[in-house]
């Protein structure tokens, strides 16, 4: 059963480039969650979704998008990019009760992609 | 808005020493609790999680953490370290019932186990 898995594992690019992190959740999942960890600090929620839509966003600005597919895999993209965008993106996901919206909280993450703004 | 405060940012132990990691969250309603832990150069993963029950929670590799909702918090222990547990640990939070499951993380605690 495969975990969640990331692309690319390492990238490095230059300011005011934009950059597309693709993400599959673990099998059965059908939530994914995005987010953003700076060095020393904990992670910090960008977005969620689930059927296709965007459902919750944190503190990041539009610059940050995404998307889910029908498989539930998904992408999150950074259009002009900042040095201090430079981070390591992690992409975690999760299930929804049967029958419900609510979401077990239980989150399972993914290796990551680190991305180097120079 | 939650929020999530884990005090010690480095702590240095040699093995079979105790261990507790403090956690303390501010939310106004009921919440779910999670230790996740980061081993070098692995990614993050689950410890262990309180979402309702007895508060004294056992998770894997000997860690338990107890929930104290007076205090809001939700502490890591475990009697005995070992060189392995060196890792970074997060508290996190989320408000139960969520229909979103949005975690909150605290910035992490870095472990160094000597052996």
């Known amino acids: 059963d495969a975990g969640v898995t990331q692309s690319p594992t390492h990238l490095i690019k230059t300011r005011g480039q934009q950059v597309t992190l693709r993400c599959s959740p673990k099998?059965?999942?059908?939530?994914v969650s995005w987010y953003q960890q700076a060095l020393g600090q904990g992670p910090q929620f960008i977005f969620q979704?689930?059927?296709?839509?965007?459902?919750q966003r944190g503190n990041f600005p539009d610059r940050f998008s995404g998307h889910q597919f029908p498989n539930y895999s998904s992408e999150l993209n950074v259009n002009a990019l900042l040095l201090g965008d430079s981070a390591l993106y992690l992409c975690a996901s999760s299930f929804r009760l049967a029958g419900t919206l609510a979401n077990t909280g239980e989150l399972f993450f993914g290796e990551g992609s680190r991305l180097t703004v120079l | 808005a939650q929020s999530v405060s884990q005090h010690n940012h480095h702590v240095i132990l040699s093995e079979a020493a105790s261990l507790e990691l403090g956690c303390n969250y501010s939310?106004?309603?009921?919440?779910?609790l999670f230790w996740y832990v980061q081993y070098p150069g692995q990614h993050l993963q689950l410890l262990l999680k309180y979402f309702s029950g007895d508060p004294l929670v056992k998770g894997i590799k000997g860690f338990e953490a107890e929930f104290i909702k007076s205090k809001f918090s939700f502490n890591l222990r475990k009697p005995s370290v070992q060189w392995s547990d060196t890792a970074e640990y997060f508290c996190a939070v989320n408000a139960k019932g969520s229909t979103l499951g949005r975690l909150y993380f605290g910035r992490g605690t870095q472990l160094t186990v000597w052996p």
């Open positions: 979704y689930y059927e296709e839509e965007e459902r």
């Open positions: 939310y106004g309603g009921t919440v779910n």
């Open positions: 099998s059965g999942h059908d939530t």
